[in-house]
């Protein structure tokens, strides 16, 4: 998925569960942090005066498999970062990295490699998000609260496909088909976006669903391919993301009940039709995301539901670098962006040695 759902539908889901907005704010911005926080280090002058300065060392929750300088605009939206440290080329950063954010397997009992694969709204999925609304009251709660939301939610874009390494990721492109009841424009932005998949990866791509890039990430789409075992996978994404949302409205019903929110809230029925309209808008990142800000703006999302702040990807790491600039160890440990690297650094360490082994998954 995309920031026009990890970011703008995330906070509209958790706002109108009963979520109040600010809180809503945060745990959207973390949503959508997972897929922009691709550095393991994060310092400000480490010295000054001869002292040893206050350091974090944040976790790296995305990592492009691909040749970003390829089409840039494409593939992925770079932005300046500062004072980064990337992750190692020699570290095999798929199962530390796409796997607890972005993959999460759904286990069963095939093979191992069938087995790393993820699946929609999987019992692992529910596991590790219940797990997380369990800790609503710790510092970070609200964090962890929207990293859960990503992984859980790219379990509706992203299943079918496993976050390590895999020949069972390999797509025969040609096999590629979109409905035909898509509008013109949207088929030939699409079909161009095939063609490049053609000419870059060539349906050899082994990690992820790079062999399809973003094909699943669209929510309007309908479309359909032969995966790596011959079988036609089609797929109706405006559905799946309909889905998503429903059930991330649920959960995040549960966290605003564990949390004790008195908040108004509004059932998912009742904003379905509105949410329905969104995803099945036939737009690029930027004009969805609109259109998820003019429907908060009219009430259609529940007339509590304020728009939320357009989201700004420096943002947190600007507050964490301005803490440590100024040395104040209350304000480091209480920015959203050191809250957000001790969520990471849990969820990892619970999704890879804990959930997953006791389903008989061994990733790292």
Not at 143 to 156: E, N, P, R, W
Request: glycine fraction near 6%.
């Amino acid at each position: 998925m995309q920031i026009d759902m990890h970011y703008y539908g995330t906070y509209a889901m958790a706002a109108s569960a009963g979520i109040p907005c600010k809180e809503a704010q945060i745990i959207a911005h973390a949503a959508q942090y997972v897929d922009d926080q691709d550095h393991e280090q994060f310092k400000a002058v480490r010295v000054v005066g001869g002292d040893t300065c206050e350091a974090v060392y944040g976790i790296a929750t995305a990592h492009s498999p691909m040749d970003l300088n390829a089409d840039a605009g494409l593939i992925h939206t770079l932005i300046k970062r500062i004072q980064r440290k990337p992750i190692s080329d020699t570290k095999d950063d798929s199962r530390m990295v796409w796997v607890p954010f972005h993959f999460l397997p759904g286990g069963g009992n095939a093979s191992y490699l069938e087995r790393i694969i993820c699946k929609t709204d999987s019992r692992i999925a529910n596991e590790m998000i219940s797990h997380h609304i369990s800790l609503a009251g710790e510092t970070f709660g609200l964090q962890l609260m929207g990293i859960a939301a990503h992984v859980y939610a790219d379990t509706f874009s992203h299943f079918g496909f496993a976050g390590a390494e895999s020949e069972l990721n390999k797509v025969d492109i040609n096999s590629i088909n979109l409905d035909n009841r898509h509008s013109a424009q949207a088929i030939e932005k699409i079909w161009n976006l095939t063609e490049h998949i053609k000419t870059r990866i060539a349906g050899e791509s082994t990690l992820g669903h790079g062999a399809v890039d973003t094909l699943p990430d669209t929510p309007f789409l309908k479309w359909e391919f032969t995966n790596a075992s011959g079988e036609v996978d089609s797929r109706d994404n405006h559905a799946l993301f309909l889905s998503a949302c429903r059930r991330l409205h649920e959960h995040f019903t549960e966290f605003a009940r564990a949390k004790g929110y008195g908040s108004a809230s509004v059932k998912f029925d009742e904003i379905e039709p509105a949410v329905s309209t969104i995803l099945r808008f036939e737009g690029d990142a930027e004009e969805r995301t609109v259109r998820w800000m003019e429907a908060m703006g009219k009430g259609e999302l529940g007339n509590h539901v304020q728009p939320c702040g357009h989201y700004d990807p420096m943002m947190w790491s600007d507050h964490l670098k301005a803490a440590l600039d100024s040395r104040n160890a209350t304000a480091i440990v209480n920015s959203d962006a050191y809250l957000f690297y001790a969520a990471a650094d849990y969820h990892r360490h619970f999704v890879l040695k804990r959930l997953l082994p006791q389903h008989q998954v061994i990733v790292a």
